[in-house]
């Protein structure tokens, strides 16, 4: 990996080194996270609720209106509704503005999500989803630390999600972690914030230390007994001070914090959930035929990173998208886990075809999904199996 020094900064401390003691090395991570998702994927199916306030809720079934507002989109926020709000409070806020309450659909949200995150992956050097809409993502290597081509490629990320998904996201690019996630905070929604190595101190000093990713209210609180309220004085602090208020390990992430030099990783997933492979089609059409025919080299795929990751699978999903963007799917669940490619290949057509019955409309774009993965112990595939058998 190319590490570019930064030079501005040289002061050291103790408790947050750079690698080898040396100066502070410039990466280039990025944070990204989309806007009001929910509500958001709900507008993109159904483009005449926009400017309406939404709120995507779970009703919990107790009463009519019982249950949580999910998300909201910025038209019910401008009236106070927030994640986690009573539905009926919500209503109320929204009275005589003519809201739309929609329920939330969490396989629909995954699978719009774990398209994004595909297509993501595909664009940065290292990618780690930490939420359904959200991912820190690491390209160092790919703009040799350049923060010009940073730009340039968060705004092509940015691109091609509205390009491909018709979403909004906010991206925040620095030299840590700490510092993009703040980054993508104050870009929403819809902005780019990057900020370079120079500009990173002068960017953080002022801003509340409450406002750091890892710090909450308790400790807040005790850096208020110590008269730290901003960034800056934070990374001021005494060291040892700190070290002796929170432990060694938590003092040197928040000096470390402050002056964004957070030195954790972007670690790409380890565990796979799930595989999937999605493609425009070359027009639009339901025929079962053809559209297994233009997943062929997804499936392919798809099979290459089961082999890879030593994966079976219990869920295989056809996923079809249609003009209108909404997503349509349809799956089957073995009762043991399986791991063959015939079987993905004779599976596939048979649910896309189902899929286009029941929908009764053409998919513009289709895909593949193989969830419920489990390892492949000793377990032989279904062709092994037979030949073995034979
Ligand atoms: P967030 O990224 O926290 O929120 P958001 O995407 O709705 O809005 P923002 O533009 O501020 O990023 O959460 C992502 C999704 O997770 C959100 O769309 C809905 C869901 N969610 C809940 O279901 N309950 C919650 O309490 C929160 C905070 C989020
Ligand atoms: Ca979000």
Do not use: W
């Not at 050291?12 to 410039?26: D, I, K, V, W, Y």
């Not at 968060?154 to 509205?162: F, L, V």
């Not at 409309?361 to 419920?372: H, N, P």
């Amino acid at each position: 990996m190319d590490e570019i020094q930064d030079n501005t900064r040289r002061r050291q401390n103790p408790l947050n080194r750079g690698a080898g003691g040396t100066a502070f090395l410039s990466r280039v991570i990025g944070h990204i996270d989309l806007d009001y998702f929910y509500a958001q994927v709900e507008e993109v199916e159904k483009p005449s609720l926009k400017g309406r306030p939404v709120i995507v809720c779970v009703f919990s079934g107790r009463t009519e209106d019982s249950g949580v507002v999910s998300t909201a989109n910025y038209e019910a926020r401008a009236f106070g509704v927030h994640s986690g709000m009573p539905i009926a409070q919500a209503k109320k806020n929204l009275e005589g503005r003519n809201p739309e309450v929609i329920r939330m659909d969490h396989e629909k949200y995954e699978v719009i999500s774990g398209r994004i995150m595909d297509d993501l992956g595909s664009m940065v050097d290292a990618l780690e989803p930490t939420g359904i809409d959200e991912a820190f993502f690491d390209i160092t290597d790919s703009t040799g630390g350049d923060y010009g081509k940073a730009r340039r490629s968060a705004e092509s990320i940015k691109q091609a999600i509205i390009q491909n998904e018709h979403l909004t996201c906010s991206i925040g690019v620095g030299r840590s972690k700490v510092v993009a996630k703040l980054g993508s905070d104050m870009a929403k929604p819809g902005g780019l914030m990057v900020v370079s190595p120079e500009a990173t101190e002068p960017f953080l000093a002022p801003l509340d230390a409450s406002r750091l990713y890892g710090i909450g209210p308790k400790t807040t609180s005790v850096l208020g007994e110590m008269g730290i309220r901003t960034v800056g004085e934070l990374a001021r602090a005494d060291p040892s001070e700190l070290e002796s208020r929170f432990g060694r390990k938590f003092g040197g992430y928040l000096l470390a914090a402050a002056t964004g030099s957070d030195a954790d990783p972007v670690v790409v997933g380890l565990e796979p959930t799930q595989f999937s492979r999605i493609v425009t089609l070359r027009r639009d059409t339901r025929d079962a035929k053809e559209v297994a025919e233009q997943l062929s080299e997804g499936m392919q795929y798809i099979y290459g990173k089961l082999l890879q990751s030593g994966k079976s699978f219990r869920t295989i999903t056809a996923i079809g998208i249609l003009t209108d963007l909404s997503t349509k799917t349809r799956s089957k669940t073995f009762e043991t886990a399986v791991s063959d490619v015939s079987l993905i290949r004779g599976t596939v057509p048979a649910l896309f075809y189902e899929l286009g019955r029941t929908v009764g409309r053409e998919f513009r774009r289709a895909g593949v999904r193989v969830s419920g993965l489990e390892d492949v112990k000793d377990q032989t595939s279904l062709s092994e199996f037979i030949r073995q058998a034979r």
